[in-house]
């Protein structure tokens, strides 16, 4: 069974703090990203990697940062966190071959003061 | 730009009915569909891949119309526990590419009534 796991559940940062979110998975799947998800607006695409040290944007990168070392890793970092950033953020990952579906990690709700 | 649409409800519909919603895409070269499934303030999580010639799971059956660029999802004899947010995806990327090809619809909210 796959499992992505997110480094926390609920965070509460201050703005203008550096926020490091963490994911990881267990399948050696190549493609990992972050979304965020807000009421009304839906999952929305914020970076997604298709390989250890590979990144693209998707839809909403700006604020945003990512890094991946190594594969089982997808690292997401608010470089300075602002009160338009609080949202639930989720990790996702799937294997690339025979377009299989997304799996998803709990989620991380966050909340910027 | 790529679309998925859903009605997003919400759907009343009383314990035991039959209930059916849709999902448009404009992109007639997607090539892959799923539904994921998603309650309160929780991950969404799969619910069944969506066929070419429709397949069915349990009390769940998933169809796709190519011809007019929809998926549905038909969910019999509901359940109280069958009440979240019922979400499209649809892929549009070729199996082995490297890049995300994956759009969400904004999720149907289906709510069963005792």
């Known amino acids: 069974d796959v499992k992505v796991t997110q480094s926390s559940r609920y965070l509460v940062k201050r703005t203008g703090e550096k926020v490091f979110l963490e994911c990881v998975q267990d399948?050696?799947?190549?493609?990992m990203f972050w979304y965020r998800q807000d009421p009304g607006l839906g999952l929305r695409l914020i970076y997604f990697?298709?390989?250890?040290?590979?990144?693209e944007k998707g839809d909403i990168p700006e604020g945003y940062s990512v890094s991946r070392e190594k594969k089982e890793r997808f690292s997401l970092i608010l470089e300075s966190a602002s009160t338009n950033q609080t949202s639930m953020y989720l990790c996702?990952?799937?294997?690339?071959?025979?377009?299989?579906?997304?799996?998803f990690g709990d989620g991380t709700r966050l909340s910027i003061l | 730009r790529k679309e998925v649409e859903q009605d997003p409800g919400p759907f009343n519909v009383p314990e035991g009915a039959t209930v059916a919603f849709n999902c448009t895409y404009s992109?007639?070269?997607?090539?892959?569909f799923f539904w994921y499934r998603q309650d309160c303030r929780k991950e969404p999580k799969l619910l069944m891949s969506?066929?070419?010639s429709g397949n069915e799971d349990g009390r769940f059956t998933a169809q796709l119309n190519r011809a007019s660029q929809y998926i549905s999802l038909l969910i019999r004899d509901s359940k109280l526990s069958d009440s979240a947010t019922y979400l499209c995806?649809?892929?549009?990327?070729?199996?082995?590419?490297?890049?995300?090809?994956?759009?969400f619809g904004k999720g149907t909210h289906l709510i069963i009534q005792p």
């Open positions: 969506v066929y070419s």
């Open positions: 996702a990952s799937h294997l690339v071959q025979g377009n299989q579906p997304q799996h």
């Open positions: 990697s298709y390989d250890v040290k590979m990144k």
């Open positions: 995806v649809v892929n549009d990327r070729e199996s082995g590419g490297g890049a995300d090809g994956l759009t």
């Open positions: 992109n007639s070269a997607s090539q892959s």
């Open positions: 399948m050696d799947h190549e493609n």
